[in-house]
């Protein structure tokens, strides 16, 4: 049984750094791809970074650049998103989310099997 608990988030400045995690209680996370997307006020929710699980490989959207940095603990089963130089248009709800058994880090959200139930980042200018 996957179960996904986001933690992290909270009110900060423009320009502020925050380290969200997402912890899994089940026993498999080793085997799964992890991902983080996001959902802004109003708008849809969009892909933000995802990790492989074999490889420790990473991808994130281009909008995002080198100021996020997902990573993953396999002893601890759980990944991390590192946000740095925060800005307004960060504010959103971060969602962490979970693939089947050996499946891929890709940027599309219906190739993930489970999701968390979110943490609000919200960035004051």
């Known amino acids: 049984q996957v179960q996904l608990i986001e933690s992290g988030g909270g009110l900060v400045q423009a320009g502020d750094s925050l380290r969200l995690s997402c912890a899994d209680s089940g026993r498999t996370f080793n085997t799964r791809a992890m991902a983080w997307f996001r959902q802004a006020p109003g708008k849809g929710r969009e892909f933000v970074s995802a990790?492989?699980?074999?490889?420790?490989?990473?991808h994130s959207v281009d909008s995002v650049n080198e100021r996020f940095i997902i990573s993953r603990d396999n002893a601890k089963s759980t990944v991390y998103l590192q946000i740095n130089t925060l800005k307004p248009e960060d504010t959103a709800v971060y969602y962490c989310a979970a693939s089947g058994e050996y499946g891929s880090h890709t940027r599309i959200e219906q190739e993930y099997d489970y999701w968390g139930q979110g943490t609000q980042v919200t960035v004051s200018s």
């Open positions: 990790i492989s699980w074999r490889t420790g490989t990473y």
